[in-house]
């Protein structure tokens, strides 16, 4: 529990700079056009498509089943096209420049490009009933991808602690690895988001 709870701080300390940055350029907390959350989604389905084979790839064949069950492509693709939104080649190149730029050489690195996508998994919950007030989505009709697994966002959260201080244990090595890997993930989506019109 020590290490879980050391390396999680880790993690959190070492990214709260680039959690805030992503926070001000997504603003998912404050009103938004349609528009505005069409280029949002637009965004995540072009990340999360390109990253999701990234992480499968890094991570060794006993955490491809565990990881496989946590992607949420799916839900932004489904969402874009509850909302007709356009296609974005713009975004689509964009999500590709940021997806290569994230170091995932090896376990530790998918890891804690994970953690970023993870966390923002939680926030979902907090963004889910905005998006009703807002915009008047539901899950159904467009918010699915931040209403993710719902119920069981919580559950999952603990498990990915669990695994990733099971994982990374207390190398140091590892720990730095997983960190610089989740720096760069937020930088990533902030580069990428920058491009949605605000």
């Known amino acids: 529990m020590g290490i879980e709870a050391g390396l999680l701080k880790e993690l959190r300390e070492k990214t709260r700079t680039e959690h805030t940055r992503i926070e001000s350029v997504l603003r998912l907390t404050h009103p938004m056009s349609a528009a505005r959350y069409a280029g949002v989604m637009a965004g995540f389905h072009e990340f999360l498509w390109r990253w999701e084979p990234r992480v499968a790839a890094a991570l060794p064949a006993h955490l491809r089943d ?9 839900f932004a693709a489904d969402d874009l096209r509850q909302l007709g939104a356009p296609h974005t080649p713009h975004l689509a190149h964009a999500a590709e420049r940021a997806v290569r730029s994230i170091p995932m050489a090896d376990v530790a690195g998918a890891l804690g490009s994970m953690y970023v996508i993870e966390g923002s998994a ?19 009709t467009g918010a699915s991808y931040f209403h993710g697994h719902g119920p069981a966002t919580a559950a999952m959260w603990r498990d990915f602690r669990e695994v990733i201080a099971r994982e990374l244990g207390d190398d140091a090595a590892a720990a730095r690895s997983a960190c610089h890997s989740a720096q760069r993930t937020f930088a990533a989506l902030c580069e990428l988001f920058e491009e949605v019109p605000a």
């Open 66 to 74: 565990w990881s496989a069950k946590r992607k949420r492509s799916g």
């Open 122 to 140: 939680l926030g979902g919950q907090v963004i889910t009933p905005l998006l009703r007030q807002h915009l008047g989505l539901t899950p159904s």
